[in-house]
């Protein structure tokens, strides 16, 4: 998507007029206007300060290619050239489609279980489109299921150089993620600030109650009532 309107869906999205954005932004309506309409490109730094200003960034994204494969014996079914990642909640959701596999008569499967994320996976690596799988299958759960599945040995062959992609070895220094941004570590996601829980207030200091044993000075005006004599019931005479 061009960049120039990329700054007018997201202003949009955001809700803010031109003449807002150019306040947050620092950048001019006119200029802004131009952008919008095509009449201007704005550079990669100026139009990442623009989206900065309402929340956004400038991203990556994987173009994902599909072979279409007609094995004997099985229907089509089409295959990645990598994997990919779906975020949560959708990853989680709950999909309904038919069991064409099985013909159980399922149609509704919550994938937030493991079974049954296994069958959805099942029914779209075999019976999908692309278009299906790219928008419901994440690639970290299909990695962490794909031995369990049940899947003709042709699909798997077909499927395996985006899974052994997926899997290559990778090591990562975990100490320094501590210290600098990485953004290779999260790719779709990015600290904006920390913020710190504040401390508790300390509580008061309780004050100890004197008793007519305490040893200490009594304060100026702070007296202990001292017992009277016992009363013996006569009145005093």
Avoid at 16 to 45: C, M
Avoid at 114 to 141: A, K
Wanted: proline share 11%; charged share 25%; aromatic share 8%.
């Amino acid at each position: 998507m061009d960049r120039s309107f990329l700054l007018g869906i997201a202003r949009r999205a955001r809700g803010l007029t031109q003449v807002e954005l150019a306040a947050i932004s620092g950048t001019s309506q006119a200029t802004l206007s131009q952008y919008e309409r095509g009449l201007k490109s704005p550079s990669l730094k100026v139009a990442s300060r623009i989206l900065a200003a309402m929340g956004y960034e400038f991203t990556l994204r994987g173009h994902v290619d599909w072979v279409e494969h007609h094995p004997t014996g099985i229907v089509k079914f089409w295959a990645p050239s990598m994997l990919w990642a779906v975020e949560p909640p959708t990853c989680f959701a709950t999909l309904k489609i038919p069991d064409e596999i099985r013909n159980t008569g399922m149609r509704s499967w919550n994938m937030r279980d493991r079974d049954e994320r296994r069958g959805v996976y099942e029914q779209l690596i075999r019976r999908g489109l692309p278009q299906q799988m790219i928008r419901w299958m994440d690639g970290g759960l299909l990695v962490d299921l794909w031995d369990e599945l049940d899947l003709p040995d042709s699909v798997r062959d077909a499927w395996a150089p985006a899974i052994r992609l997926a899997t290559a070895p990778l090591e990562l220094d975990g100490l320094r993620s501590i210290i600098f941004e990485d953004g290779f570590l999260a790719p779709r996601a990015l600290i904006r600030e920390y913020q710190s829980i504040p401390k508790p207030p300390p509580s008061p200091p309780r004050r100890q109650r004197r008793t007519r044993f305490d040893p200490r000075p009594l304060p100026p005006g702070d007296q202990i009532p001292r017992p009277g004599p016992p009363d013996d019931g006569a009145g005093g005479r």
